[in-house]
């Protein structure tokens, strides 16, 4: 699994790399291999675009659900953290599986689940 290697600040509230890190853990790449969605532009949205974009690419597609569902498989999930910012983790089948901040610490309560379905699972390849 891989850690964040950037954090949030409220100097600095988009600097954290929770997302990617866990985008990362779930899909068997380094870090490196994952662009930072935050600076693909000034605002959530431009984030979540480039975050569907590289799943796109890579012949994913983000099934997005509001509130904690709980799947049988890896799944992101996001919501509020102890350190006051919204943050990403891995969890299956509604446990934490990896938080990839250094604390360890998950999430308050899980606000949005992101399942990856692969557009077609023939031309899918998990690195091992």
Not at 7 to 19: A, D, H, L, V
Not at 42 to 48: E, H, I, L, R, V
Not at 118 to 125: C, E, M, Y
Request: proline residues 7%; glycine residues 8%.
């Amino acid at each position: 699994m891989i850690d964040q290697t950037t954090f949030y600040t409220p100097e600095r509230p988009r600097n954290g790399n929770c997302g990617e890190a866990a985008v990362a853990s779930i899909l068997g790449l380094t870090l490196e291999e994952v662009p930072r969605f935050s600076r693909e532009g000034p605002d959530s949205f431009a984030y979540w675009d480039s975050f569907e974009q590289f799943l796109n690419s890579r012949g994913w597609e983000v099934l997005l659900m509001s509130g904690n569902y709980q799947a049988d498989c890896m799944y992101l999930a996001s919501g509020p953290s102890l350190r006051g910012c919204s943050h990403m983790v891995v969890m299956a089948n509604g446990q934490l599986v990896h938080d990839p901040h250094p604390s360890r610490q998950g999430i308050i309560r899980v606000e949005h689940v992101h399942i990856l379905v692969p557009k077609d699972p023939r031309g899918v390849k998990l690195h091992t």
